[in-house]
């Protein structure tokens, strides 16, 4: 990995880049990951590069919704096996989910280097990767379609980062919660989850563990209330009128 100085202006955003080049020369990224985190992290310079209210909200709602639920399990692909298997491990063990591989541009060897990667990153138990427990999601024909019936097909709640818009449709009409990190509120992805953190997985997910955290111990009906008052849709709302301040911002400087 090339070394990459601190004091670069864009430290934080190269550094992102070259975990994912190096998780695709180690067969954990799809090239096609590569052309879709770029498409992201274009999203992330109208947020200002920063996690604002709104995406502090979601997260709070999302820990909420983990915290309530009696099966959640969290889907990783190839990017985010790359960019953060260290806390996707820990959001797991913190909140009692199970971690299922699931990929778009599947391949045996490629889900296999990203076992490994969780593995050596602390986890024992890893779905979606024994075919005597294949299921199959219907409404989709990717290959994201194979699930395990250990794990997404049982499960209520579902944490998909990073995830295509027909699977997060196809989970809802399962009967799923399905709870999304998208840098793009107007994908499909974000307007059909049940609670999207539109904010950059690498800034989001220490705060969602932080939240889990934070409001464990608060009883069955203070967490319902959260998830109740949260609203997806008009978080979306709110969450672009923060683009387009923070362009306006940006406008007076140019």
Partial sequence: MTLIPKSHPRAKSLLIREKLV????N????????????RGEAFDYLLGE??????????KAAAA??????????????????LCPREIVTLAKTVNAKIEVNLFYTDEKRKQNIVKTLKKNGTKEILG???SSKATLRGIDSA????????????????????DGDRTMALRKAGKIVITF???????????????????????????????KKISKKNRSALQKIVKDFDNKRNLS???????????RRAQFA
């Fill in 27 to 38: 067969g954990l990224v799809a090239k096609e990951g590569l052309l879709a985190q770029g």
């Fill in 22 to 25: 190096s998780g695709f020369e």
């Fill in 65 to 82: 919704q983990i915290l309530l639920a009696d099966f959640p399990v969290i889907s990783v692909n190839g990017n985010i096996a790359a």
């Fill in 182 to 212: 998208d840098l793009n509120p107007f994908s499909r992805t974000s307007q059909t989850a049940n609670i999207t953190i539109v904010d950059n997985v690498i800034r989001a997910i220490d705060l969602l563990i932080d939240s889990c």
């Fill in 50 to 59: 920063k996690t604002g209210r709104t995406a502090r909200k979601a997260i």
């Fill in 238 to 248: 709110e969450n672009i009128i923060e683009i387009k301040n923070n362009l306006s």
């Fill in 144 to 163: 994201r379609r194979i699930i395990d019936k250990n794990g997404i097909l049982s499960a209520d709640v579902v944490v998909v980062p990073l995830e």
């Fill in 129 to 131: 990767v024994n075919n």
